[in-house]
Structure formats: C-alpha cells, structure tokens
C-alpha cells in the first residue's frame, strides 16, 4: 500500500472512529490545509477554542483541490482534532435539491454533528438558481458548490422544493456558518438568487480604475492586481464599514448596536440578489446595496457573512500583505484598539458559545 492512500485509509477510519463513537464533531466543508491551518490558530489563540470538539473535513471527489495536501497537514500535525470524510455519489443542477444518492451520507452528517462550518471561494454555478452565466463570472469548482448547496437544501429546505422536510426541523440549534461563499451558498440553496458582478450590476462600472476611484465604502475587494503594474501582487482584501441591523445576531447577540459600523475585510464581486426562503437581513454595506449578513427566522443559529472574519492577519500583527506596489498592509493594525477588533473577537466568541451549548445535546 503507497503512502498517500495508507494515510487516506487511516483519515477514514478516524472519521468513522469519531462519528461513531459520538464525540461532538463540527463539520468543516472545503476542508483544504489552508482551511485547516486558519481553524487550528483560531483554536490556538482561544478565540474560537472547540474546546472537546472534533473537526470533521466533508469533501467531495469531485472538487478541483488535491485533498492529499489536507492529508499531509493532518499527518503531520497528529495532537489536531481533524479528520476527512469524502462523500461519494452524483450530484448536479438536476438532483441537488431533492434526494439524491447523497442522501443518506448527508443524514449521517447531520446526525453526528452539532454543526458545520462552510468557507469562502469561487463563484456559483448560475445554473442551480435559474440564470445564464454573466461574462465575468468564473465557475471553476462545480462539484464542490454541487456538494454544499445539497447539504444546505437538505438541512435548511428551500423554495424551489417546498415538499422536503428539512432535517433541521428534528433539532432545531443546529450551528451552520457561512462565511463569503458559504453565506451566498446558503442563500441559494434555500432558492435565491446572485448578482453575479457587483460593479456592472450595481453600479454600472466596468473599468479597476473606476471602481478604485469609488469611496472605500463601496468597494467589496481591491482591484489593484487588475492594473498590472508589474509589482508584487496586492491582496485582494479591502475594508470597508457596514451597518448593523437593530436585534439581530450581528448586533445585540454580540453585544453591539446598530451605532456600531464595525470595519470589516472583504473580497468578492458578487452579492446576495433575491434571498432565499426562510433569511432575515442582519447586516448591508453602508449604502444599503449589498447583504452583508443574514441569519435564519426559524433556525436561530443558523447565519451567514458576506465578509472574512478568519483571516489571520486579523488576529497576527506580524502578517503583512502587499497593498500597492509601494505599501503593504497589516489587517490587525487596521482595526486593532477599535470596536472593529471587538466585533471580530465577539464573532468568533458566539460561534464557540453556541457549540459549546450544542454539547451533548442531540
């Protein structure tokens, strides 16, 4: 037996080993190392701390990311709580908001579980909500949205199928987070919809330099690497303030108010359209165009965030980004001292306290 496929053997059979034994578990989908790396210093710096939690990686063959590399880090970090679990079987626009033979692998998920965790990425196939693929969408990961969005429907339920009885409705605390990509995912699962590029869309734009020109408070991502200038390539982050909405998770569940307009770190060019059933808005961008949060009106841990809260650089004053070709970055120092930090800490805090009132609960 070769090594990559003897650690592929064992991974399985811990993530067997843990869900059977009914350890608390999370799920993290798009389990990449980088992903596992970002949980692991949220873990080490006690802001997200799973304390008794395992984290249970949920993949599919299909996905376009080399999950031997994620093998490799849980090889080499053995005292981490991290397992993967590959779920097999065909998935498409055509099956994945109704059974499909994924099915049974997504109640097993649920059962063993006390939540999940869905990350940034690529843009959505337009197909699963019904539209034509704009000119600047980039669909570059089919299988891995394919895979998200049926968990989703299968947790949550959604519109364009009103006959499926969501899982959730057996236990309704279920923690789901969806952070950028994660956030829009579980708004088209429940059957909304995108406007695929932000700029176009909403602000009729169609130049970098346009766009760079807009006040900070409308720009949702750098477009400095679009100019080629030939120097380092600039992070694609850029922060901007949002605005909270009164009672809502984002806000007095935090310990905020709808005063605060916390700085937040964003890249994405494409937004929330038409929200999904079941989605109350928690947060938007200041000029009110674009959802920044969304949290559910039945499931009352279930919520989303257009922005990036898991950054390290956040949290690590020694990790410095290139922003121009002259000036770097530093994502702490932006916010540090400021109701900003708070915000972020308070973010992580509640998902943590949420798990940790989840434990031994199912």
Request: aromatic share 12%; net charge negative; with cysteine.
């Amino acid at each position: 037996m070769n090594f990559p496929l003897r650690i592929t053997v064992l991974i399985l059979l811990l993530s067997l080993t843990f869900t059977s034994r009914g350890q608390d578990t999370v799920l993290l989908f798009h389990p990449t190392a980088y992903n596992l790396e970002v949980i692991q210093k949220l873990i080490d710096q006690e802001l997200f701390p799973l304390e008794a939690y395992h984290v249970l990686g949920i993949f599919h063959p299909g996905e376009s990311y080399d999950y031997s590399q994620a093998e490799a880090y849980i090889a080499q970090h053995k005292n981490s709580p991290y397992s993967l679990r590959e779920i097999k079987g065909d998935l498409g626009p055509e099956n994945i908001f109704r059974e499909n033979p994924a099915t049974g692998q997504f109640r097993e998920l649920f059962e063993c579980s006390e939540g999940a965790l869905f990350m940034g990425g690529p843009d959505i196939p337009p197909v699963v909500y019904g539209e034509e693929v704009h000119l600047l969408t980039s669909v570059t990961d089919p299988f891995r949205h394919y895979m998200e969005l049926s968990y989703l429907f299968h947790l949550l339920g959604g519109s364009q199928n009103k006959s499926w009885k969501p899982y959730m409705e057996e236990y309704l605390y279920y923690m789901v987070n969806g952070i950028c990509l994660g956030m829009q995912t579980m708004n088209v699962a429940t059957g909304g919809n995108m406007v695929q590029d932000i700029p176009t869309e909403l602000y009729g734009i169609w130049s970098a330099e346009e766009i760079l020109s807009l006040p900070g408070d409308q720009m949702h991502r750098n477009y400095m690497d679009y100019l080629n200038t030939g120097c380092e390539n600039p992070t694609s982050y850029h922060f901007h303030k949002i605005s909270l909405k009164a009672d809502m998770i984002l806000s007095s569940g935090l310990g905020f108010n709808s005063e605060t307009f916390p700085l937040v770190l964003s890249s994405h060019h494409q937004a929330i359209d038409k929200l999904g059933l079941g989605w109350e808005v928690t947060a938007t961008s200041m000029d009110g165009k674009i959802i920044e949060g969304i949290q559910h009106s039945r499931y009352p841990n279930v919520l989303g965030i257009q922005f990036h809260p898991e950054k390290p650089g956040l949290f690590d004053p020694t990790i410095k980004h290139p922003k121009g070709c002259k000036d770097t970055i530093n994502f702490q120092e932006a916010i540090e001292n400021s109701d900003s930090y708070e915000f972020h800490v308070a973010f992580w805090n509640k998902l943590d306290q949420i798990l940790q009132k989840n434990r031994g609960s199912r």
